[in-house]
């Protein structure tokens, strides 16, 4: 039986990027949507689970993306709705809105191979827009302290309340971008998730962060956020601190969005949102 990917996507043509995805993954026939609104969700929804019977609606999945994540958000909660996991008429689903949960994990997976999350004091640059918020979870989530930095300290302090919404144990603390350099000080990482092309972690700034272990980087686009890596620096150690910048992390994000996909398909009612990604990109080799 094919494997059918029923591609929904928040903007007018759907991704290229994540079509080449998951054909890569192995995916059979690509149904592919694009300027897709919640209000349409439910009868596409319903035009993949009253096809296939239970048994074989493993063969069925749904990929929500699009390069706004809270559209994608919200057609992620409307597609739920219209599940009916009472009868076995469901589909898995995943969403990966701006590439925001796969780019996340890859790049908490890639701290995790050189620290104890739980035992870790990181600063998350760029906290407040779709990358570094997922960013900050994952961290909270793993038991790290995370200082979270915005240009306005009040987006950084509701993001802190949004992610304690989800993770209550979690360990945060707004941050001023004003105040780099004081909130590096007794960081272990140093993850920048900043807009493309702004440096946000200057040279000048290393100085004073003696305890610096792991610098990321997601920006690929020049000026880099962190300055002194190279953006395909993976585990490069410079000065003693280990680098990756963003086509480093992008490597892992790649294998965990094709990870992802395949496992769609394992069985009709997986739905992969930051969490259940971090979990497979935890489990790669
Ligand atoms: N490697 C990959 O596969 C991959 C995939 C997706 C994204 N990315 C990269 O990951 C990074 C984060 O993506 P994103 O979509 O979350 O970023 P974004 O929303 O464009 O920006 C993240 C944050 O950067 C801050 N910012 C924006 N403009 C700024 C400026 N001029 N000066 C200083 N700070 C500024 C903003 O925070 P405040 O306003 O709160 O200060 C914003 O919330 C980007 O560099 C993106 O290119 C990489």
């Given at each position: 039986m094919h494997k059918i990917l029923i591609q929904l996507d928040?903007?007018?043509?759907?991704s290229v990027f994540d079509r080449v995805v998951a054909i890569d993954a192995g995916v059979d026939q690509l149904f592919s949507y694009g300027g897709i609104k919640p209000e349409q969700v439910r009868d596409l929804i319903h035009g993949a689970i009253f096809t296939r019977g239970p048994k074989d609606l493993k063969n069925t999945a749904v990929f929500i993306g699009g390069s706004d994540v809270a559209a994608g958000e919200q057609l992620l909660a409307e597609a739920r709705k219209h599940l009916l996991p009472q009868f076995r008429l469901s589909v898995s689903l995943m969403l990966d809105s701006n590439g925001a949960n796969t780019t996340a994990a890859a790049a908490v997976r890639a701290a995790g191979r050189h620290l104890d999350l739980a035992q870790t004091k990181a600063l998350v640059l760029g906290g407040t827009g779709p990358v570094g918020q997922r960013v900050v979870q994952l961290l909270a989530r793993a038991g790290s302290h995370v200082r979270v930095s915005s240009r306005q300290i009040e987006r950084a302090a509701a993001v802190c309340e949004r992610i304690r919404r989800v993770v209550p144990e979690a360990r945060l603390e707004p941050v001023a971008a004003a105040d780099t350099v004081s909130a590096a000080a007794d960081r272990h990482l140093i993850l920048s998730a900043g807009a493309?092309?702004?440096?946000?972690?200057?040279?000048?700034?290393?100085?004073?962060?003696?305890?610096?272990k792991v610098l990321i980087d997601l920006?690929?686009?020049?000026?880099?956020?962190?300055?002194?890596?190279?953006?395909?620096?993976?585990?490069k150690e410079r000065d003693g601190v280990v680098c990756y910048g963003a086509i480093g992390v992008g490597e892992t994000k790649m294998k965990v969005h094709k990870e992802a996909i395949r496992r769609?398909?394992?069985?009709?009612d997986r739905v992969l949102d930051v969490a259940e990604i971090y979990q497979i990109a935890s489990e790669l080799p």
């Amino acid at each position: 039986m094919h494997k059918i990917l029923i591609q929904l996507d928040t903007d007018p043509h759907p991704s290229v990027f994540d079509r080449v995805v998951a054909i890569d993954a192995g995916v059979d026939q690509l149904f592919s949507y694009g300027g897709i609104k919640p209000e349409q969700v439910r009868d596409l929804i319903h035009g993949a689970i009253f096809t296939r019977g239970p048994k074989d609606l493993k063969n069925t999945a749904v990929f929500i993306g699009g390069s706004d994540v809270a559209a994608g958000e919200q057609l992620l909660a409307e597609a739920r709705k219209h599940l009916l996991p009472q009868f076995r008429l469901s589909v898995s689903l995943m969403l990966d809105s701006n590439g925001a949960n796969t780019t996340a994990a890859a790049a908490v997976r890639a701290a995790g191979r050189h620290l104890d999350l739980a035992q870790t004091k990181a600063l998350v640059l760029g906290g407040t827009g779709p990358v570094g918020q997922r960013v900050v979870q994952l961290l909270a989530r793993a038991g790290s302290h995370v200082r979270v930095s915005s240009r306005q300290i009040e987006r950084a302090a509701a993001v802190c309340e949004r992610i304690r919404r989800v993770v209550p144990e979690a360990r945060l603390e707004p941050v001023a971008a004003a105040d780099t350099v004081s909130a590096a000080a007794d960081r272990h990482l140093i993850l920048s998730a900043g807009a493309a092309g702004v440096v946000l972690f200057p040279a000048s700034a290393r100085a004073s962060a003696s305890n610096l272990k792991v610098l990321i980087d997601l920006n690929a686009v020049p000026p880099l956020g962190i300055e002194g890596i190279e953006v395909s620096d993976k585990a490069k150690e410079r000065d003693g601190v280990v680098c990756y910048g963003a086509i480093g992390v992008g490597e892992t994000k790649m294998k965990v969005h094709k990870e992802a996909i395949r496992r769609l398909f394992e069985s009709n009612d997986r739905v992969l949102d930051v969490a259940e990604i971090y979990q497979i990109a935890s489990e790669l080799p």
